[in-house]
C-alpha cells in the first residue's frame, strides 16, 4: 500500500465521495450510511457534536468518527472510537467499530484503519480497548489480529449470532509501532 493514506475526521470536502461510498454499501444491502449520505453537512456536525459528547442520543456515548482517505480525494473506510463504554458496549460494541469500502476490501485497508484508529485511542488516553467481530466475519478478526488483538475465550451469543471480544494493549502497539519505524 504505497499510497498516501490518512486518517481524518468526516469533512464536507469529501461530500461527494462519502456519498458513492454510501451508494456502494447500498447496493450490497447494507443501509448504514443511507441517512448520512441524504444529508451529508448534518452528518459531519453531528460528528463533530458527538466527538465532544454534545446532542447525543440517549444511551450513547462520546465517540470520533474518522475517515481512512486515499490521496486527499478517496474515502476507503470509515472507524468509530468510543470514547468509554457502556455497560452494552462492554459487552458486545466495544471501543472501535470499522468498515471498509466495499470497492476498496481485500487490499489492507482495514488493517491499517485499525491501526490508525488504535493510535488515536492512545492519544485519547485509552490504553485497553474491546473490539469485538461476528465470528463469521474471517476478514474482520482476521484484521484485528493482525493489529495485536488478544482474543477472549469462548464466544458472546447474541441474538443476531455468535461474536468473538479481543482486546488491544494500546501501550503494547506504541512500543511496536516505535519499533517498525526504526
Known amino acids: 500500500m504505497s499510497e498516501n493514506m490518512a486518517l481524518v475526521r468526516p469533512t464536507l470536502g469529501l461530500a461527494a465521495d462519502f456519498r458513492a461510498l454510501a451508494e456502494e454499501f447500498l447496493a450490497e444491502g447494507d443501509d448504514r450510511y443511507r441517512d448520512a449520505a441524504h444529508d451529508v453537512p448534518a452528518f459531519v456536525e ?31 473506510g470509515c472507524s468509530r472510537l468510543r470514547h468509554r463504554l457502556t455497560q452494552f458496549l462492554a459487552e458486545r460494541g466495544g471501543h472501535i467499530g470499522y468498515d471498509v469500502r466495499p470497492s476498496e476490501r481485500r487490499r489492507g485497508y482495514g488493517t491499517r484503519l485499525l491501526q490508525l484508529t488504535v493510535a488515536e485511542a492512545r492519544r485519547n488516553g485509552l490504553t485497553r480497548l474491546l473490539i469485538t467481530a461476528d465470528e463469521a466475519n474471517v476478514p474482520s478478526w482476521r484484521v484485528i489480529e493482525r493489529n495485536g488483538g488478544q482474543r477472549e475465550p ?8 455468535a461474536l468473538r471480544r479481543y482486546w488491544i494493549d494500546t501501550t503494547a502497539r506504541e512500543t511496536t509501532e516505535r519499533e517498525h519505524a526504526v
Open 154 to 161: 469462548g464466544l458472546l451469543m447474541t441474538e443476531s449470532g
Open 46 to 76: 453531528t460528528c463533530g457534536d458527538h466527538s465532544v459528547g454534545r446532542n447525543l442520543p440517549t444511551d450513547w456515548v462520546p465517540q470520533t468518527t474518522f475517515w481512512l482517505v486515499r490521496d486527499a480525494k478517496t474515502i476507503v
